[in-house]
DNA sequence: CTGTATCCCATATGATACTG
DNA sequence: CAGTATCATATGGGATACAG
């Protein structure tokens, strides 16, 4: 665990794997590495909300990807989906315990990219400037 | 900073961006979420390591994708590409500093899917078991 | 050995219109 | 309001052949 030959292991054995993989880092990038996921884990993170609320506040995604990454969430057991039996009905959607511990582990990395979004952007100039 | 209203602030400020982002989240998300990024720079956490090398460490990648995900990882800043003059030419990729800091603000999400890949796995199941 | 060019396909995402 | 269906498109990524 954290060790990374064990890591790169798993990678490998990950190679050329069937629909849903054995390699637990490549499986969980799947469903992050979307356009959407995490950013909808963020403004969950602020506590239940309508579809309508999440979609106003993501003002361009689109009804058919909010549906489907709300789907794929809640699938993976990250969200929770309540249906509340009213006339027009109403779906609320929050993060489950795990999804929690998922955002605490998003951490760092959210902190990583505020930290250095400077230095990316000026490294890009950089090389784009070279060539 | 990690104050989750900033990010969504930041999230939304994102929408509709340009070429290449204000949001850092969106940002670093875009390099990370590809499917090879994270899993190279995994394996070059190990030490500095040749084109072949990485190319024998991760079988199912093309020599295509393996050039290009180093030329965006290198453009970003988060590893160095070293050409050694002999004949032919020998190319060692390092990380970065800026590389290795990314390295340990991804370790937690890393023990995060070690931890919780059963679960996730269960909570597929279950949920296509349903409908 | 490392990298580029081309061609091709699968998939992810968006736009729009429709339904309970 | 929330969700589905359909169509269209862009992009990611693989295979292959070629080049310095």
Known sequence: MGDIDT?????????????????????????LGDKWSMLLIFLLAAGAQRFGELR?????????????????????????????????????????????TLLDALGPLLRWAEDHHDYVRSSRRRFDAEA
């Open 7 to 31: 890591v790169v292991a798993r990678i490998q054995q990950g190679n050329g794997r069937p629909a849903e993989g054995v390699c637990p880092i490549r499986d969980v990038l799947d469903q």
């Open 56 to 100: 106003r506040k993501l003002p361009d995604i689109s009804q058919r990807m909010l549906t489907q990454t709300l789907r794929d969430l809640t699938r993976n057991g990250l969200v929770t989906r309540t249906v509340h039996p009213t006339r027009p009905p109403s779906v609320e959607y929050a993060l489950t315990p795990q999804g929690f």
